[in-house]
Nanobody, 123 residues
Framework: QVQLVESGPALVKPSQTLSLTCTVS??????????WAWIRQPLGEDLEWMGG???????DYSPILKSRTSVTRDIQKNQFTLHLRSVRPEDSGVYYC???????????????WGQGIQVTVSS
């Protein structure tokens, strides 16, 4: 059973970069055909797929967030990290990391999820 755990700051100031890390256990970020993504849910809104990284290191991003988002990974630590630049108050919400057996751009298509981490953007 793959387990994912998010970590990072709970509070970020506007214009700063938010960096969240997902630590994976019970599986490898390089497992063939696996896909590792970041998904968020602003308060009162639907889940939003942000982007992710495949087993081969290829990355994909939501067109809406592409200019501000990047996903990197550390194979040695079996982790992948979200970097969201120039954050705004509307970026506040719960952020999840998740795994699917291939690229999925629909949030509900992911099989394994972290517990989520609440992030607030405020000065």
């Amino acid at each position: 059973q793959v387990q994912l755990v998010e970590s990072g700051p709970a509070l970020v100031k506007p214009s700063q970069t938010l960096s969240l890390t997902c630590t994976v256990s019970g599986g490898s970020v390089t497992a063939y055909s696996s896909y590792w993504a970041w998904i968020r849910q602003p308060l009162g809104e639907d889940l939003e797929w942000m982007g992710g990284i495949g087993w081969d290191g290829d990355t994909d991003y939501s067109p809406i967030l592409k200019s501000r988002t990047s996903v990197t990974r550390d194979i040695q630590k079996n982790q992948f990290t979200l970097h969201l630049r120039s954050v705004r108050p509307e970026d506040s919400g719960v952020y999840y990391c998740a795994r699917a057996p291939g690229l999925r751009t629909i949030a509900n298509a992911y099989d394994d999820w972290g517990q989520g981490i609440q992030v607030t953007v405020s000065s």
